[in-house]
DNA sequence: CCTGATGA
DNA sequence: TCATCAGGG
């Protein structure tokens, strides 16, 4: 998933801004594509055979472990998650998914394997490429996103369309992304390996960064419409496959020489050949459907409603859920304080 | 992923 | 204070 803008980034300087300090987000909005976090804390909270975490009735938790610590941890630094889940998929993705089925099948394979040979180690990785979010672990997700006082935002179809939507119109602060395929979307700003955990670069960890589009399109020197050409040259989830001996350096060089797509077709430098038009790959991230029917308010945490769930519900260890859960009730508390002395000083002036 | 314990 | 590591459900 995602286009690979990496080496192109870091060749033309592309830097981002290394977000030392996670306070520097504080009361910032951050829109969050929901499946992706999912799949994420599905595929790395794992036993050490590799086995997904599960409640005494066999069903999966580990997605709802790492979204809830991560949740409650950015509340109490004030950080205020929105979470965007995908629709239906556009059509034109289907092609992506199935080469992802594929892919997921032989890791299943290969994982049944290593665990029957007491490979744990291998297991492990395998089973990581094996995860799979299922419905109900989406809407377990919701539930405890809803009882969080977290908004959840439904977009008609790709998430991460509508979370670039968002920061656009200025409701959201930041796009969190383990890609820069927000950029294609339009979104002026995309935060990079958000976690809670300091992450200050150190034990070669991946840094926290912000990138803006700004950047991208100075350092490249591409409008954003070539940027979009650029990507379909290097190969979207709309169209994997990119373009035979193609790769971002020279899909690049060819974006800079010739200005855009159809140019580059039509010299033949490279073979047109999806049973789509340009202008119908393009008009994905240019004009992509999104919803303006969301409303993004946070509520007061549902203490008991949490509980039950987490603990009654899916056997998560009590002392666990209430410490993860009074800091973000005290960051509340100060927050209110704080409200109700700036209405008092309104009241003076 | 993230925490908390442990030991330097 | 920091690095390492087991364990989470």
Redesign the pocket.
Known sequence: MGVKFGPLFREKGVTGQIVENLTILEGKIIAIDALVTLY??LS?????QG?????SRGRI?SHL??LF??TC?MLALGIKPVYVFDGPPHPLKLRTIQERHIRREEAEQKYIEALARGDFEEAKKYAKQAARVEDYMVSTAKTLLEYLGVPIIQAPHDGEAQAAFIVRKGDAYSVSSPDYDSFLYGSPRVIRGL???K?GG??G??EIKEYTLDEVLTKLELTYEQLIDLAILIGTDFNPEGFPGIGPKRAYEYIKKYGNLERIVKLGLVRWRYPFEVDEIRAIFLNPPVTTNYKIEFKEPQREKIIEFLVEE????PE??S??LEPVFKRLEREEKAGRQASLFDFFR
Do not use: S
Request: no cysteine.
């Open positions: 994420e804390m790395i909270i794992r036993d050490r086995k997904p975490l599960r409640d938790t472990v790492g610590n991560r941890r976690r809670i955990t992450g150190r034990r960890e991946e899916h056997d998560f260890n666990r859920v410490n993860e």
